[in-house]
């Protein structure tokens, strides 16, 4: 098995895509990076978001590695392969759809799909250095996505250029449209603690482009992560639990599935409390703001052999995982790192269902 891509191609020549292995293609097996869907049988069906973009004339050249059973953030996956990051031989990918942001990194597909349920798009496109959207929560079709039932979990598309954002955007959904943002934006930068060389630039890049702007709280920022990976985890131990202990999981994705078995109907009940709050905190703020900027990531991608020696990364998506748990499109945007040639990223998140908005706010970044 290929480290990036599952080869093969479907349809005519046109704009280019490849899809996350957990996403349904006819004609292909959906393995979700794990060796329990090794001899799984071939998709009866396209996924609905994958027929909407081959009638629009895309073409898909493969299907794309991820962390296995899109329950990781750093991407490596000993089973299926783990994608070297473009920008960094030496750094984590990202997950959970690695494969996806790497083969967008590399210039191969004008657009990738991945899936987001607590970052695993923002995150992963942050760490190669490309644009990737999580639509509004319940904008894209989940019909032939994998786990099929999630209150978190969105497709959304990667890409190197803006415009294949909102290209593909538009041919996964009739209701999306080219937009652009009157008069001067309005920014509330959220005061968080990161790499201050990130917040740094991500003052720089907004002042360069004459926003308005004043530094604002999400005071229930840190509880809306771990509300959501209190959701993540019940979600997932449903529709993966019954895998563990066959020798068939990575030896990452079992512990944490066992771990999140422990969750409980009080926590449960108590993250839908902090999900109804928090998400009344960002709308008040949206009222007042045309978006939230924030960084994605609170420092550089980790290198693999930290995290292969046990650095913990789990506080890579707590500027990520929130807006899961809240449903508001969140755009990661590559940025200069200051005095590197890496790139890193700011978020941008808009009001729901103003995805179109969101993108046409990230073009004056360009």
């Known amino acids: 098995m290929s480290p990036l891509v599952i080869e093969g191609r479907i349809g005519e020549a046109g704009r280019t895509v490849a899809i996350k292995d957990s996403v349904d293609v006819a004609g292909w097996p959906t393995r979700c990076g794990s060796r329990a869907f090794e001899h799984a049988a071939s998709a009866q069906d396209h996924a609905t978001v994958v027929k909407a973009l081959l009638d629009d004339g895309w073409q898909i050249i493969g299907k794309t590695v991820l962390h ?33 942001a790497v083969i967008a990194a590399q210039g191969r597909v004008d657009v990738a799909l991945g899936t987001d349920t607590g970052g695993s798009v923002r995150m992963p496109a942050a760490c190669c250095g490309v644009f990737g959207l999580k639509p509004s929560f319940g904008r894209l079709s989940r019909h032939g996505v994998y786990p099929a039932s999630s209150s978190l979990d969105v497709v959304g598309p990667m890409a190197r250029h803006l415009e294949m954002i909102v290209a593909a955007m538009i041919s996964m959904d009739s209701t999306f449209s080219t937009h652009k943002p009157l008069g001067q934006l309005r ?3 959220v005061d968080v603690s990161c790499d201050p060389a990130i917040e740094e630039a991500i003052r720089d890049e907004v002042v360069r482009r004459g ?16 509300a959501a990976l209190t959701v993540i985890n019940a979600e997932t131990w449903a529709a993966y639990g019954h895998y563990t202990g066959q020798g068939l999981l990575g030896s990452d994705v079992e512990a944490r599935l066992l771990s999140a078995a422990k969750t409980d109907a009080v926590a449960l009940q108590a993250a839908d409390s902090v999900r109804v709050a928090f998400s009344e905190q960002v709308d008040r703020l949206l009222e007042r703001f045309d978006t939230l900027v924030l960084p994605s990531l609170p ?6 052999v930290d995290v292969q020696k046990g650095e913990s990364v789990i506080d890579l998506t707590r500027f990520l995982r929130p807006f899961n748990l809240s449903g508001h499109p969140a755009l990661s945007v590559p940025i ?10 700011l978020q941008l998140i808009g009001s729901r269902g103003e995805d179109a908005r969101l993108c046409a706010i990230a073009d004056t970044f360009l």
């Open 68 to 100: 296995e059973l899109a329950f990781g953030v750093t991407g490596i996956n000993e089973w299926a392969g783990t994608p070297v990051n473009p920008q960094a031989a030496d750094r984590i990918p990202g997950g959970s759809s690695s494969g996806s």
């Open 187 to 189: 920014a509330g930068l």
């Open 211 to 226: 926003w308005a702007w004043e530094v604002v709280k999400l005071p229930l920022l840190d509880q809306a992560f771990e």
């Open 299 to 304: 420092r550089l991608p980790p290198l693999l």
């Open 336 to 345: 200069p790192y200051p005095g590197s040639s890496l790139k890193t990223s």
